[in-house]
């Protein structure tokens, strides 16, 4: 692949790292909230869930820039990076990741609850007439039931991820390897009038954004035909 | 609400601006690099006390404003950071021959919001810092002055993995100011009137001259306010403004 520089490869690389480590941390995180803003009863879940989704609305700046302030050597994740000898969580692999989940978060957990709440009470009720201890039926019962629900979120927070460009820009650095994701390097070679490198990675883009999207509705259909 | 009034309401919002537009003494659209944001802001009130019409500012990296332009954004007026985009809009056809001009030379500096790191270039020899911000080299001219610097004092291969870069030389300055990096070159426009942290006046022999360039465009040279602020910048209220902000001016003109 001649048009496709090394430094074109890192992106490449860093950006699938950077959505991989974010989806496994989303789906570790992501489902037990999932879970439990669909089974409880508390008055404030919703408030909770309205937490969860604001990154849907908020401008990826206002992330960026409380991350990096958080992030800092003055914030907790200055605090954290100490630990270990550094000064600052911001332009740092781990600083990404945790802007991503945060950024990406509403696109995993959404989906896991709608699972959850679609599968509703009775398999439960079933499993624990059968004896099964609550966390066994959720190992079970309810987490195989749910399992649309946690592909689609899987799918949707990797690729919300990759397509993620205000807040990485805003606490990135744009170190080539560290990162510099793919969004990140698009910007910078339409800023500096490379366009044919901007228009390669650029339609790459559209090629993957375009095969997100149909592999989702495809499988979502599969899925309710399969239910019927 | 009602098909006919939404569509009124909508073509009614639409027309608001130009219709704002109409009834002004009249207004110009500027693209400003991102080092000139304060001198620009406060040239431009000066020149709307002094005319009367609007000089309606837009910041950012030059690079970013030349991709911009030659795809027709609607500005009348470039103030880039260097020499060589200013230029090129006069050879793409799309700004003004003998409108370009040296309005600013700009000034390096080398700041921490630390009082005892920057002691001068031996700071960057002793190399003890994590994280050097400086701006996109490519996109943006201070990032390529940086960039000279610290090859001049050959210094350049062991401080390239300390770099973080901004994209354009606010987010240089922001990198600092919130201390991520503990150091960073910036414009001396940046330190008007903060005398925090430490700071190194970078001398002139170790990088070429910042000369940033004003030109008319093509999409502002039937408008009188353009022609107008363009002159404006040329006057003494103008050039004292950028003096104050730590901008040398153009000897040879």
Known sequence: MGVLTPEIWTAIELTIELALAATVILLLIGTPIAWWLARSAAWWKEGVATIVAMPLVLPPTVLGFYLLVVLGPDGPGGAVARLWGARTLAFTFTGLVIGSVIYSMPFVVQPIRNAFEAAGERPLEVAATLRASPTRAFWTVALPLAQPGLFTGAVLGFAHTVGEFGVVLMIGGNIPGKTEVLSVAIYDFVETSQWREASILAGGMVVFAFAVILCMTLLQKRVARAGE | ?253
């Not at chain 2, 880039?80 to 809009?89: F, G």
């Not at chain 2, 062991?158 to 994209?167: I, N, Q, W």
């Open chain 2, 1 to 253: 609400m009602k098909p006919f009034r939404l569509v009124a309401l909508v073509v009614g919002l639409l027309a608001l601006p130009w219709l704002g537009g109409q009834a002004l003494a009249g207004e110009t659209t500027i693209a400003v690099a991102a080092n000139f944001t304060d001198a620009a802001k406060e040239i431009a009130a000066a020149f709307k006390q002094k005319t009367g019409n609007d000089a309606i500012l837009s910041f950012g990296a030059s690079g970013q404003f030349y991709t911009q332009i030659t795809q027709d954004a609607p500005f009348q007026i470039m103030l880039s950071a260097d020499t060589e985009r200013p230029q090129k809009l006069v050879q793409d056809g799309r700004g003004v021959a003998d409108s370009r001009f040296t309005y600013a030379v700009g000034k390096l500096v080398l700041w921490s919001k630390d009082p005892n790191l920057v002691k001068g270039e031996e700071t960057l020899k002793g190399a003890s810092f994590a994280k050097l911000s400086i701006c996109n080299p490519v996109a943006a001219p201070y990032g390529a002055a940086a960039v000279e610097t610290m090859k001049s004092l050959k210094l350049y291969d062991t401080l390239k993995p300390k770099f973080v870069e901004g994209a354009n030389i606010t987010q240089a300055y922001q990198f600092v100011a919130t201390g991520n990096a503990e150091l960073g070159f910036v414009a001396l426009s940046q330190l008007t009137g903060d005398s925090s942290g430490s700071r190194w006046m970078v001398p002139q022999n170790l990088y070429a001259p910042i000369r940033q360039d004003a030109v008319l465009l093509k999409k502002g040279a039937g408008n009188p306010a353009a022609v107008a602020f363009m002159s404006f910048l040329k006057g003494p209220e103008a050039t004292a403004i950028i003096e104050k902000y730590g901008y040398a001016l153009d000897t040879k003109s």
